[in-house]
């Protein structure tokens, strides 16, 4: 019997159901299986005597002497099942749990299929059904958010890769003020914040580490300039005191931020924590505590929660908040309604 595509995907999805402890496979069952995996990638579908051809070849001793034995069940059906619970014909290191779990992982990735930035995930889903015969739930059963109409996310995976790669890039710029630049980056890491993508690498123009938006990125092109290695930044650690994606400069400093919620809005807090440092410095009050380099990325959260939160300290920065609110209660005051019949 020849060995091609099709044969080894009915072999496969065989394997998987004689492995499986939890079921028990009748001859019809093993059919629907394999027809099932052999409609999805090449629309074919095959019979009980090439089933029990697979059966029989599987068996054979100098193909893969694969232990399956027939297990009688009520009436005149009988199931089919290893009797070495360990054993496969592909020595598959994942466990019947472990596919059921990998198969939530691609039901899971597969609602980001469809998307500019994503079409490397149709390669690597399609690569694990196949792999392991496993087909996802056809029932949209989970939703991520997600912003298909942002621009640059075309770029996103190309500077991945090249963020892998080391790949030197051109890149063309233009800031929300100022001109349209060209700088040469040495790409580090990619990082997603609030629905919206940041490269960060080395700029040989201006010998920093910066961080561009996607959605500012005009264009980008390969180079030939070495790459600049990072020799001094480990992302792990990077955004530990930080809220967001801005890395402020030396001289702001870590600061334990002190806030007071309404008693409402204190438990969804405790729940979806502001930040990894945060701690409850007294319940009763409805007081807790995070320890931040405050940058404006942290005045956005705290803006989020009004009315319901209040900064207590440091003072300076309860001041500066402050400010924002009556700069702000400003416009609304200063509005002239004109009244009209």
Known sequence: MATNKNAQLRYQVLDRCFSDFHHKYTID??????????????????????????????????????????YPLEGKKCYY???????????????????????STIDMLSRYRGLPANSWLEEVISNLEYRF???????????????????????????????????T??????????????????PYYAKEYHNRWFLFGYCEETGTVVTLALDRIQ????????????????????????????IPNDEVKVETIVLRFTEHRFPYVLSKPIH???????????????????????????????????VLSPKWYRQEIENKIKENLQKYLSVNVLCTD
Request: hydrophobic share 30%; proline share 4%; charged share 25%.
């Open 276 to 310: 990894q440092s945060q701690q409850v410095v007294d319940a009763s009050s409805y007081t807790i505590s995070i320890r931040v380099r405050p940058t404006k990325e942290l005045d956005q959260v705290i803006f989020s929660f009004i009315p319901d939160v209040e």
């Open 81 to 103: 099942r290893y009797t070495d619970p360990d054993f496969s014909i592909f020595k598959n290191e994942l466990s019947v749990e472990d596919v059921n779990k990998l198969r």
């Open 169 to 186: 890039l051109s890149i063309t710029y233009r800031p929300y003020s100022g001109n349209e630049y060209n700088d040469t980056i040495s």
């Open 29 to 70: 069952e093993l059919i629907d299986k394999v027809n099932d995996r052999l409609e999805d990638m090449y629309g074919l579908e095959v019979g009980v005597r090439q089933i029990r051809e697979d059966i029989k070849y599987m068996r054979d001793r100098i193909s893969y002497n694969a232990p399956i034995k027939a």
């Open 219 to 246: 264009n980008y092109s390969v180079t030939d300039k070495p790459f600049h290695k990072n020799e001094s930044i480990d992302f792990n650690t990077y955004f530990n005191d930080v809220i967001g994606v801005t």
């Open 133 to 167: 015969g496993i087909k996802p739930n056809s029932e949209n059963l989970v939703s991520f958010e997600q912003n298909s109409q942002l621009k640059g996310l075309e770029y996103l995976s190309p500077l991945i890769d090249a963020t892998i790669n080391h790949t």
